[in-house]
């Protein structure tokens, strides 16, 4: 059974930090490139941040590059996001995405919000 399930999420005050983690299961991790993507309310998905299969190579939505990072451990078929510096205009669903020509896997996301 094909999973990604993301965990990390939760409420943080302006200025703070998260880690979202997502852990893959059912299928070769490490054959897909993988992402995180947010949605707030009323809005679309949105790519936050991507990296390439063994992640040497990454991308960043330009509303947080310099303050989150994504890397991934194949060897834990896992992907990380790391977010400091955290906005309120951050908060959303975060969801997991792993893809490779053919296949798309999303997971059921978690919650950020970035309030005082």
């Known amino acids: 059974q094909v999973q990604l399930v993301e965990s990390g999420g939760g409420l943080v005050q302006p200025g703070g930090s998260l880690n979202l983690s997502c852990i893959a299961s059912g299928f070769t991790f490490s054959s897909y490139g993988t992402g995180w993507y947010r949605q707030a309310p009323g809005q679309e998905r949105e790519l936050v941040a991507s990296?390439?299969?063994?992640?040497?190579?990454?991308r960043y939505a330009d509303s947080v590059k310099g303050r989150f990072t994504i890397f991934r451990d194949n060897a834990k078929d896992t992907v990380y996001l790391q977010m400091s510096s955290l906005k309120p205009e951050d908060t959303a669903v975060y969801y997991c995405?792993?893809?490779?020509?053919?296949?798309?896997?999303w997971g059921q996301g978690t919650q950020v919000t970035v309030s005082s």
């Open positions: 990296i390439s299969r063994i992640g040497g190579a990454t």
């Open positions: 995405k792993a893809i490779k020509p053919g296949r798309i896997y």
